[in-house]
């Protein structure tokens, strides 16, 4: 069912813009109301991370998201507790990031099965590549979640057919190289050029990540193909902004507000790049 949603966003002739939110961050309750303010601005799908002290993959703004969501007790048993809630009143698509320690100490079967009866769409495994991840495919297939792989911008065009061809949900391509992070400049023209190729030579969707952070951001990498673009640093810095030293709310309802108000100054300029 999860699985048909994105598949079924996927289809629609514009593409889709996801914000990318910790599960937990600032707390449980919070998060709750952050996610839901990132729906109400218009956001078309989301995708969800379970923090971890030790993301690898992610720059100093999704650590701190996870220092904070560890700090408050989020744990994967709350984060999925954390979706169900979320999923009882929304249809879009959640798009599941974990981190390999967390799904194989819980076993690969388990961990994919919780992940589907808490609604996911989809997961991706940024630390987990594709030639160790055969019972995590199975155990995707078998629960009909599917399977997102990473690519880079300079993954040769061989490897992006490979990842493509194992990719269930989207193929991931990382608009910079190294760790994730809000970029303070235009969309490198190479990494067009990557997204364009990325289209090209393999039959998945294509998502970008890793660098956007505004509407232009968007725009670029729509225009060279891409079906999804997700912002994650740059609502998480927003979200840090409203905190006092304790890393809790200064006031709720303004950051919400606050949330709402971004996701709905990064939703829709899909359609508008599709008019063009």
Same mark, same amino acid.
């Given at each position: 069912? =999860?699985?048909?949603?994105?598949?079924?966003r996927?289809? /629609?002739p514009t &593409?889709?813009? =996801?914000p990318?939110?910790?599960?937990g961050?600032?707390? &449980?309750?919070?998060?709750?109301?952050?996610?839901?303010?990132?729906?109400?601005?218009?956001?078309?799908?989301l995708?969800?991370?379970?923090?971890?002290?030790?993301?690898?993959?992610?720059?100093? =703004?999704? /650590?701190?998201?996870?220092?904070?969501?560890l700090g408050?007790?989020?744990?994967?048993?709350?984060?999925?507790q954390?979706?169900?809630?979320?999923r009882?009143? =929304?249809?879009?698509?959640?798009n599941?990031?974990?981190y390999?320690?967390?799904?194989h100490?819980?076993?690969?079967?388990?961990?994919?099965?919780?992940a589907?009866?808490?609604?996911?769409?989809?997961?991706?495994?940024p630390?987990?590549?594709?030639?160790?991840?055969?019972?995590l495919?199975?155990?995707?297939?078998?629960?009909?979640?599917?399977l997102?792989?990473?690519a880079?911008?300079?993954?040769?065009?061989?490897r992006?057919?490979?990842?493509?061809?194992a990719?269930?949900?989207?193929?991931?391509?990382a608009?910079?190289?190294?760790i994730?992070?809000?970029?303070?400049?235009?969309?490198?023209q190479?990494?067009?050029?990557? %997204?364009?190729?990325?289209?090209?030579? /393999?039959? !998945?969707?294509?998502?970008?990540?890793?660098?956007?952070?505004?509407r232009?951001?968007?725009? !670029? %990498?729509?225009?060279?193909g891409?079906?999804?673009?997700?912002?994650?640093? !740059?609502l998480?810095?927003?979200?840090?902004?409203?905190?006092?030293?304790?890393?809790? &709310?200064?006031?709720?309802d303004?950051?919400?507000?606050?949330?709402?108000r971004?996701?709905?100054?990064?939703?829709?300029?899909g359609?508008?790049?599709?008019?063009?």
């Open positions: 069912m =999860s699985l048909d949603l994105l598949r079924d996927l289809a /629609q &593409p889709s813009f =996801s990318f939110l910790m599960l961050d600032p707390d &449980p309750e919070t998060s709750l109301g952050v996610c839901r303010a990132a729906l109400a601005g218009g956001a078309d799908m995708e969800l991370g379970i923090p971890f002290s030790d993301p690898c993959a992610d720059g100093p =703004s999704v /650590q701190a998201a996870c220092s904070r969501a408050r007790g989020t744990d994967v048993a709350t984060a999925f954390l979706m169900m809630t979320l009882e009143g =929304s249809d879009v698509p959640f599941l990031l974990v390999g320690n967390l799904a100490r819980r076993g690969w079967g388990r961990f994919v099965q919780e589907a009866r808490a609604g996911a769409s989809s997961i991706l495994v630390d987990v590549p594709l030639e160790e991840g055969g019972a495919a199975a155990a995707c297939a078998d629960q009909n979640v599917g997102v792989h990473l880079g911008p300079r993954t040769d065009d061989a992006l057919q490979q990842l493509g061809a990719s269930t949900g989207f193929l991931y391509l608009g910079r190289q190294g994730t992070g809000a970029r303070h400049d235009d969309v490198p190479q990494v067009r050029d990557a %997204v364009r190729r990325a289209v090209t030579v /393999q039959p !998945a969707a294509v998502c970008v990540g890793f660098g956007l952070k505004t232009g951001h968007l725009e !670029a %990498v729509y225009d060279a891409a079906r999804v673009a997700i912002v994650g640093s !740059a998480l810095d927003r979200i840090a902004t409203h905190l006092d030293e304790r890393g809790r &709310p200064r006031d709720t303004t950051l919400l507000r606050d949330m709402e971004r996701a709905a100054g990064l939703a829709g300029c359609a508008e790049t599709k008019e063009d």
